[in-house]
């Protein structure tokens, strides 16, 4: 009888390490793992062997990076979706790009199984399931977490070793991280005590600390067509690229560090500190030329759309209908939003240092404090009159019945 055929989604880390073993053990299957490589540069050989020493028959490394970046981070910053006012959502889109993956090859290699080494705890089991239930509604998951008896990382690393499979942590240096092109996340350890400020010099990967960024401010300018960004200081580069160049300019000037306790959608609360900075500054860039170019009704709105489309980022909707729908509203917000921003980088902030667009609102003429023919002010006084009746009516009702 032929073998079940099960998909790893492979990292190379503790927990996907020893899944491999796992389901061999409790299931008569083959494991076929894949790993998606988002952006980290890993190293693709020493993936593939390690998966294949664990037990694994074949082990796919996709390049996803540029759908990656194109497909999923540049609209979720067209959008300017931020989750809870600081998350960037790193992690949360990352999902999605490498469960489409993942059903692709899955539906290749004759799978009828999909497994992930996502925590019960996590918010990456749904975002990974929800986008195989979205494209492979067939496909059986199998998420070992909910149903082993291991119940920590302690004893994950214990399973290892004594399986002789190596681990890239210890217990006494054990962070739960996750890297992409975009950012790199950490948990765990002692930022589960929200009390107790990071220790940046020991876990920053990414970027510098801002204590430590140098005394001298730099400038970066990045433009924009239609929202998207084209050029880094007057170079024009693909999107990989990009967001690489950001990485390099904001990091070194101690730019895109979050520290913040956020409600995760399994219902508990949870304290990470996430490192983006190149996309701090995109995003900064963004808003500075929306600013610029959008009306006022169609700004605030977007505002709205933003909190929305970054809730269904995060709680894994990327494909839902309602997703799609706000991002071609999105797209249409954007076809003015074309121009050139330039950000000032200095120990940790990030200023705006000027903006230009062929499609700017702003209209000196009209905004000066000056002396200027176009704008009678005199018409204000109508308008307020107009604008405050129905606060005048309320007044008027409340002192008729001796409320006011």
């Known amino acids: 009888m032929t073998k079940e055929k099960i998909l790893l989604a492979y990292s190379g880390g503790l927990d996907t390490s020893i899944i491999i073993p796992w389901l061999l053990e409790h299931y008569d299957c083959e494991v076929i793992a894949m790993a998606g490589e988002v952006g980290i540069g890993i190293d693709r050989q020493f993936l593939i062997d390690k998966a294949l020493k664990c037990g694994a028959s074949a082990c796919f490394v996709e390049d996803i990076s540029e759908e990656f970046i194109s497909d999923f981070v540049i609209p979720t910053m067209k959008a300017g979706a931020v989750y809870e006012g600081k998350y960037l959502l790193g992690t949360s889109f990352a999902r999605p790009v490498i469960a489409k993956r993942m059903v692709e090859i899955a539906k290749r290699e004759g799978c009828t199984a999909i497994a992930h080494g996502c925590t019960g705890k996590g918010n990456d089991q749904v975002r990974f399931e929800l986008t195989i239930k979205a494209l492979a509604p067939e496909m059986k998951i199998i998420a070992p977490w909910r149903i082993w008896d291991i119940k920590s990382r302690d004893e994950e690393i214990d399973y290892a070793n004594s399986r002789g499979i190596p681990v890239p942590v210890t217990k006494e240096d054990n962070y739960s991280m996750d890297e992409n092109l975009w950012h790199l996340s ?150 003015t939003v074309t121009g050139t921003v330039k950000l000032k980088l200095y120990k940790g902030n990030c200023l705006p240092a000027g903006t230009t667009s062929p499609f700017s609102l702003y209209d000196e003429e009209i905004a000066t404090f000056a002396e200027d023919d176009v704008y009678d002010q005199a018409d204000a006084g109508g308008f307020i009159n107009c604008f405050g009746l129905p606060t005048k009516v309320v007044a008027q009702m409340k002192k008729r019945n001796e409320l006011l």
């Open 186 to 335: 950490h948990e765990g350890m002692d930022l589960e005590d929200p009390a107790n400020e990071p220790n940046y010099d020991r876990i920053l990967k990414l970027m510098t600390s801002p204590e430590k960024a140098p005394d001298v401010a730099e400038y970066v300018e990045i433009e924009f067509i239609k929202g998207t960004p084209v050029k880094v200081n007057g170079k024009s580069v693909d999107a990989v690229s990009m967001i690489k160049t950001l990485n390099e300019i904001a990091g070194r000037n101690g730019v895109g560090i979050v520290d913040m306790v956020e409600n995760r959608l399994v219902g508990m609360k949870s304290r990470g500190v996430y490192e983006t900075p190149g996309g701090t500054v995109l995003y900064a860039a963004h808003r500075e030329l929306e600013l610029l170019t959008l009306d006022r009704e169609t700004l605030h709105y977007k505002d709205l759309v933003a909190i929305r489309f970054a809730e269904l980022v995060y709680y894994g909707q990327w494909f839902h209908p309602l997703r799609e729908a706000l991002s071609a509203f999105v797209e249409q917000t954007q076809q």
